[in-house]
């Protein structure tokens, strides 16, 4: 049967034309009766959603249910998910471009249906929607816009985080129609409302309400064209007026010379406007061009980017302008060069020499003409005009030596999915167009939620797309819906899962937590590979020691840590303990970070939970030396060492903490009868410190309480006499016999303060001297002739010489060496 040509359903309007196809027969049931029905459909050919429409009085069916739903169809009729409603009256019903089903209703409630299978979120449009009742609402490709009762405008710019913010407020008075302007089209960034009140139009925004001065109105549809340039407004008096977006230009005038409001004005791609009444559709173009479309039952009109959808019970048309490469090949008595091609190919299909003849016809323009056709073949709904552009197309480029395939190759396989979509099970009915702006990849999200899974699979394979989301859905669902044991759909989704990259088995887990199957979940979360992706699912499922030993599994520190921390602010601390006694490698990332933060309670109840009394002991020495008074610094020391008296093991830490604790008493008491402070210091800082304050009594009560040896006195007593320059005493000490640190100490300490003097005189008391230390000794001292006469006793030439050098020959000093030297170092 031959198919027909593509121009029979092809409407003048002014110099464009414009076609109607039809997409699918018998798509609602016969008794369904739209009139009494909100419709609304998704943009690029998506769900249709019908309702109720409570201002309309339908008659009583025992056979029907009297509840309130949501019903949602393909563009095919194939119902795809009914919803029970009972938010009370509907307000508002729309689409977002991902096809996202919004509900609004009268009490300001908006649930955002995001799957077609009834799973919603919900939001409050605030307290004055509460207040005062919301009585419509618009929607563009992500938010929506809520009219209320009072005038008061609300839009909301996200479904995905729902803030409702009011626009400025527009003047009192009945608003007849209205419409919005998307943000993506308006200067402001923000969502812009044309209001009809009265005779005018005003412009709402963010922050200001402006009025456009006309006087046409009242106007019962104000409609804004998909690219947010022109709108068309229809009078009470039947004309329809279109005028640029910025109300700046009148672009032309309409006269329906109708009685009767039209149900919809609704704009055709950009170019033409779409005036429908109960059953006939009106296509009005520049220059008040129009064209007729008359159906025989009641018809809804849904605009999409590039035409509209037309549907009545019995078919779902798609009306469109005719894309400018179709009309180029197809319109009757064109001479293009992509309509000579497409004539050519028939011809050789008739085997007519003609063919040739015409493909010479057109040579220089070949392979424009080959471009056109592939373009043309993307716009076409007929399979059988899809197989013979795509041929001339073929055919053209064979008889090009040099020809770029890529655009050829891409549409076909373009025009396989597509046509696989459109087909009326799936019901899809994309143009080409859609298509481009929908992406390969909003498809599949489109066939995943339709759970159409084997085609999303061959679609991704085709068209070279990763398919781990498709999986991962196919597998939530299963884990949701399945009537199977747990098990057995456990293995199920293993199996089919395993070997696939990508997989994210944390999200099917989670699907089957929140349908209440928590084993399932466990289950399902041990094949997940990443251990940040399950543990926060098994703690949110409470499994807490399981997380834990996932994230201890992993060795990834501050995964434990995070473990640790929400079982710290959940369990108790006795539970908690039990939890990470049994975890070394838990137990020690808790005392190091308690150690670290200086969490001395955790970390005291830590060590006595696990019985570790000299840990526990050392907190409470940590936290002693912290302490400014003495008093509590001995409680805290007290404490320990009651820690450790029960073992012998611990004689030594005992003993020290005895001492410490003796030590802060004297101390304490020193403070009291002195002037100075000693808290805080060690023995051998106090001692020094009492020695240089002059108590020399109290520093050998100290010396000998804690047994400090007569080295460590000596050392501390000389530094301390050092310091406090006192020479005499120093002299006294060099009177003694014998120093048990030797006589050099004395010698460095003293030269180091700045007394040569004195510290030469301990030269001839060092004893066990390097042979040629004493020459240096004197020479640091500034005493050359003492240390040359040390020189001459060495005979040591060299020394005597550079000391010698040194003084110089012609001073006081140099002749006293020279003499010292010279009757024993004769030339």
């Known amino acids: 049967m031959e198919a027909t040509h593509p121009t029979a359903g092809w409407e003048r309007v002014g110099d464009r034309f414009y076609r109607k196809t039809q997409l699918y027969t018998a798509v609602f049931d016969q008794d369904l009766d739209l009139d009494n029905y909100i419709v609304a459909g998704a943009p690029y050919g998506g769900a249709v959603a019908i309702c109720r429409d409570d201002t309309k009085i339908v008659s009583y069916q025992p056979s029907k249910s009297s509840k309130p739903s949501i019903d949602i169809y393909s563009c095919a009729g194939k119902l795809l998910k009914s919803i029970s409603w009972d938010k009370g009256s509907i307000k ?13 209703s009268y009490d300001g409630t908006v649930r955002c249906y995001y799957n077609l299978q009834g799973d919603f979120t919900q939001f409050s449009l605030g307290r004055e929607a509460e207040d005062f009742g919301v009585h419509s609402c618009r929607f ?22 729902p803030r409702p913010k009011p626009l400025a407020s527009p003047p009192e008075g009945e608003v007849y129609a209205w419409a919005i302007i998307s943000p993506s089209f308006t200067l402001s960034r923000s969502v812009e409302v044309l209001l009809s009140i009265g005779k005018t139009v005003y412009v709402v925004d963010k922050t200001e309400c402006e009025d456009r001065f006309l006087d046409i109105g009242p106007f019962s549809h104000i409609s804004v064209s998909p690219n947010g340039k022109f709108a068309a407004l229809y009078a009470a008096d039947g004309k329809a007026h279109v005028i640029t977006a910025d109300f700046q230009s009148r672009l032309s005038e309409h006269d ?18 779409v005036i429908a009444w109960e059953d006939e559709v009106n296509v009005v173009g520049p220059n008040n061009a129009a064209a007729s479309f008359v159906y025989e039952g009641r018809v809804h009109v849904i605009a999409d980017h590039d035409g509209v959808r037309l549907i009545t019970n ?39 020499p003609k063919a040739d003849d015409n493909i010479q016809l057109i040579r220089p323009n070949l392979v424009e003409a080959v471009d056109t056709c592939v373009a043309a073949a993307g716009h076409e709904f007929s399979v059988h005009w899809q197989k013979q552009l795509l041929k001339a197309a073929s055919f053209g480029k064979s008889v090009l030596d040099i020809y770029n395939s890529d655009d050829f190759v891409d549409m076909c396989e373009t025009l396989r999915v597509i046509n696989a979509v459109r087909y009326y099970e799936v019901g899809l009915p994309l143009s080409y ?15 995943i939620n339709r759970h159409e899974y084997l085609l999303a699979l061959r679609i991704a394979g085709y068209l070279r797309l990763p398919t781990d989301r498709i999986f991962v859905h196919w597998a939530s669902a299963k884990v949701r819906v399945g009537t199977e044991d747990e098990e057995t759909i456990c293995r199920m989704v293993v199996e089919k899962l395993s070997g696939k990259p990508g997989i994210s088995f944390e999200a099917i887990a989670r699907a089957a937590y929140d349908e209440g199957r928590g084993r399932l979940a466990t289950e399902l979360l041990n094949h997940e590979p990443r251990a940040g992706r399950q543990v926060p699912l098994l703690l949110s499922m409470e499994e807490d020691e399981i997380a834990l030993d996932k994230a201890i599994e992993s060795g990834d520190s501050d995964l434990i840590l995070f473990v640790l921390l929400h079982l710290k602010k959940k369990l108790p601390l006795a539970s908690f303990f039990r939890v990470i006694n049994a975890r070394p490698t838990a137990t020690a990332l808790v005392e190091s970070s308690a150690a670290l933060e200086d969490d001395n309670a955790l970390l005291k109840d830590l060590y006595y939970q696990d019985d570790r009394r000299v840990d526990g002991a050392g907190v409470f020495v940590r936290e002693a030396l912290r302490q400014p008074d003495a008093r509590t610094a001995s ?28 030590l802060l008493r004297m101390q304490e008491a020193l403070d009291r009868d002195l002037t100075d402070t000693f808290t805080g210091l060690s023995v051998n800082e106090t001692l020094f410190k009492l020695i240089r304050l002059g108590y020399h009594n109290k520093a050998k009560k100290i010396q000998s309480e804690f047994k400090v040896p007569e080295r460590v006195a000596w050392w501390i007593r000389l530094r301390a006499l050092v310091a406090k320059r006192d020479w005499n005493e120093i002299e006294d000490i060099a009177k003694s016999r014998k120093s048990p640190i030797g006589w050099e100490p004395f010698f460095n300490q003293i030269l180091q303060a700045g007394n040569p003097r004195l510290a030469a005189s301990f030269i001839p008391k060092c004893t066990n001297l390097e042979p040629g230390a004493a020459i240096t ?7 050359r002739v003492k240390a040359a006469e040390e020189a001459v006793k060495a005979k040591d030439a060299d020394a005597w010489a550079r000391l010698l050098e040194a003084a110089g020959r012609n001073t006081l000093e140099g002749r006293d060496i020279e003499r010292l030297g010279v009757q024993v170092f004769k030339k």
């Open 140 to 161: 563009y490709d992500n938010g929506m816009v809520a009219l209320l009762t009072n005038n008061i405008l609300i839009s909301v710019s996200s479904y995905d985080e």
């Open 433 to 447: 167009e859609q298509y481009q702006r929908l992406t390969p990849e909003g498809l599949i999200q489109r066939l």
């Open 314 to 352: 019995d078919v779902c048309d798609f009306l469109q302008k005719v894309p400018d490469v179709t009309d180029e090949v197809f319109r009757l008595g064109s001479e293009s060069p992509a309509s000579v091609l497409l004539d050519a190919v028939e011809q050789l299909e008739n085997q007519s």
């Open 92 to 104: 508002g019903l729309g689409w977002s471009e991902d096809e996202k089903l919004l509900v609004v």
């Open 635 to 662: 409680d805290k020391l007290a404490l320990a060492a009651k820690l450790l008296s029960d073992s012998k093991e611990n004689y030594f830490e005992l003993a020290a903490l005895k001492e410490a604790a003796q």
């Open 777 to 783: 000794m004197y020479e640091k001292c500034g005493m």
């Open 256 to 273: 329906s010379k109708s009685q009767l409001t039209p149900k919809y004005l609704e704009w055709c791609g950009n170019d033409a406007v």
